[in-house]
């Protein structure tokens, strides 16, 4: 399955974040990714649709987004429901704050989400 383009420009490195076999579709997953000096919390899905990566906190009060109700390529956060789309990060509809997506393939029994090269600097 070609990856997925989110979150920037073709700059960046593939990480291997986890196996195949332990993202069965309609699951979630949390992953941490180091980019050499701090970790990074995803969240992986497999969906109908295929995989998604987003960031795995909720910009309401911080609930893990991971083990979130899936609902096709929407997910509502387990905690207070707010709803995001797994393709664009963004509520379907309203003024619910946005989530962070990235770019995600699968390879050789791999799941591999990509980091920007300016994730360091954006996470400040
Ligand atoms: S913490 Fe996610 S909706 Fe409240």
């Given at each position: ?25 309609g699951?979630g ?36 987004l991971?083990d979130g109700r899936l609902e096709?390529?929407l997910l509502r956060c387990r905690w207070?429901g707010?709803p ?41």
């Open positions: 399955m070609p990856g997925r383009q989110a979150g920037g420009g073709e700059r960046g490195s593939w990480r291997r974040v986890l196996r195949s076999e332990a993202l069965p579709e699951a997953r949390g992953v941490q990714v180091f980019d050499g000096t701090r970790a990074l919390e995803l969240a992986l899905f497999r969906t109908g649709a295929g995989l998604f990566a987003i960031e795995n906190v909720c910009p309401h009060q911080g609930a893990p991971h096709g390529t207070h707010w995001f789309d797994l393709r664009t990060g963004r509520p379907p509809v309203g003024a619910f704050p946005c989530v962070r997506t990235f770019a995600v393939e699968e390879r050789d029994g791999w799941i591999r989400v990509r980091l920007d090269a300016g994730d360091e600097e954006r996470r400040g």
